[in-house]
């Protein structure tokens, strides 16, 4: 079983490392170019796929378990949220970013977007990991040569 | 010209995979082409310059959801059903559909109008404001992230409660106490 498909597994080797590396170019430079957390979460969440696909779901469990899928999930929506009550607490709206930086509100809504679009990407990433996880490892119904 | 040339190429494409989808029976081919289909919609997108919602198109219709409905397929059969029902009402059904969309349509401004609602609400405001305001490049995300900010919060809970429909549905997480000491 794993010596089958050697083409695959080199190429997927090296495919990961770079699929990881664009998802976080998406992710931190979503403010410049096209992108933003939505795109990052489910390009990151390929990369964990594809390893599942490829090498076996253990092994990608073994990589991302999935009680850390779990919690990534409720993480980023926490970190979107919190960063709405962070600004309430700093006396401004909710989800106002000048709060960040009274002095150069431009600066406060970087950090804002930053910190927003980071939080969409790990709730992306933890649910599409998640799906895969839970499809993935349902037996089953029908043998390989039936596709 | 280019342009005229690059949609009506895309759209018959667009077409003839969509026509090939309903008459394959193969659903592994199904799924192939239903990726392919995407990846059209994301070119698509990329002509009208909505490089955005292009690059969403690519990485979840084409990506996720050919994965996701794979993984479907391996959980129940790899050919369609054969119908027994009459397929004449259903046809009758989707060709009045067609019409009144189309009809829709007829009101709406024409495509890359300069006084369509899209271009005198709220749009040049928020291209003006962008600059002096938030000050970064990309005008779509300072809308997602700022201006539309709580529109955001919202999607990204509705992310988070399909996420955990599908794992309360399908990954056979069970209350703890009814494990034999076995944590989740």
């Not at chain 2, 002509?47 to 919602?53: E, K, Q």
């Not at chain 2, 709406?108 to 749009?123: E, K, R, T, Y």
Request: glycine share 10%; charged share 15%; proline share 4%.
């Amino acid at each position: 079983m794993i010596f089958h498909h050697l083409i695959l597994r080199v190429v997927t080797k090296l495919l990961v490392g770079t699929i990881v590396l664009f998802a976080l170019y998406v992710q931190f430079h979503g403010d410049f170019s096209p992108g933003g957390g939505f795109q990052a979460g489910v390009i990151m969440s390929v990369a964990f796929i594809l390893y599942g696909i490829v090498f076996s779901l253990e092994s990608a469990k073994k990589v991302f378990p999935e009680w850390v899928v779990h919690k990534l999930l409720a993480l980023g929506v926490l970190i979107y949220a919190g960063t709405g009550v962070a600004t309430m607490l700093l006396g401004y709206d909710f989800l106002d970013y000048d709060a960040f930086s009274p002095l150069h509100p431009t600066h406060g809504q970087h950090w804002g977007l930053l910190v927003i679009e980071f939080g969409v990407g790990v709730t992306v990433t933890g649910v599409m990991v998640a799906i895969y996880y839970a499809f993935a490892g349902r037996p089953p119904s029908m043998s390989d040569e039936e596709w | 010209m280019i342009d005229t040339f690059t949609n009506t190429v895309l759209f018959t494409m667009l077409v003839l995979t969509a026509l090939a989808i309903v008459r394959m029976e193969r659903l592994f081919a199904v799924v192939m082409l239903s990726s392919v289909f995407s990846l059209l919609s994301a070119l698509l997108f990329v002509t009208l310059d909505a490089v955005d919602v292009a690059f969403t198109e690519a990485a979840v219709g084409a990506g996720i959801s050919t994965v996701l409905m794979l993984g479907t397929i391996a959980l129940t059969k790899p050919a369609v059903k054969k119908s027994r029902h009459n397929a004449f009402v259903p046809l009758i059904v989707v060709c009045i559909t067609g019409a009144a969309l189309i009809y829709g349509t007829l009101d709406m401004p024409a495509f890359g109008s300069l006084d369509a609602p899209a271009q005198i609400h709220v749009g040049p405001d928020y291209l003006s404001r962008t600059p002096s305001d938030i000050d970064v490049p990309n005008v779509v995300t300072a809308i997602l992230g700022s201006y539309r900010g709580f529109d955001t919060l919202g999607e990204t809970a509705v992310v988070f409660t399909a996420g955990i429909g599908v794992l309360l549905l399908l990954s056979g997480l069970r209350r703890r106490r009814d494990d034999d000491g076995e944590d989740i």
